[in-house]
Nanobody, 119 residues
Framework: QVQLQESGPGLVKPSQTLSLTCTVSGGFITTNYYYWSWIRQPPGKGLEWIGRVTYNGDTNYNPSLNSRSSISWDTSKNHFTLQLSSMTPEDTAVYYC???????????WGQGTQVTVSS
């Protein structure tokens, strides 16, 4: 069973770019049929899917965030990274990374990391 751990800054200024890393242990991010996603939950709101990188390196994004988001991976470090540009206070949320096996739809989640956008 894979474990995931988010890391990155807890505070970002408006207009800056957020960069978060999700480190995967207990398995490889290139393992067949795994999708690696970023999800967030603003205070008092539901979960919002941001995007994903698949086991073969393909990426897909939420259309509402597509112009500002970029997901990449480093297979040598077994981690994947989210960059979200032009941050505003509305981007304040708990950010999660998750790994989903598409053959069973079993998912593993990181514990989440709070990101606050404030000057």
């Amino acid at each position: 069973q894979v474990q995931l751990q988010e890391s990155g800054p807890g505070l970002v200024k408006p207009s800056q770019t957020l960069s978060l890393t999700c480190t995967v242990s207990g398995g490889f991010i290139t393992t067949n049929y795994y999708y690696w996603s970023w999800i967030r939950q603003p205070p008092g709101k539901g979960l919002e899917w941001i995007g994903r990188v698949t086991y073969n390196g393909d990426t897909n994004y939420n259309p509402s965030l597509n112009s500002r988001s970029s997901i990449s991976w480093d297979t040598s470090k077994n981690h994947f990274t989210l960059q979200l540009s032009s941050m505003t206070p509305e981007d304040t949320a708990v950010y999660y990374c998750a790994g989903i096996v598409t053959t069973t739809w079993y998912s593993s989640w990181g514990q989440g990391t709070q990101v606050t956008v404030s000057s």
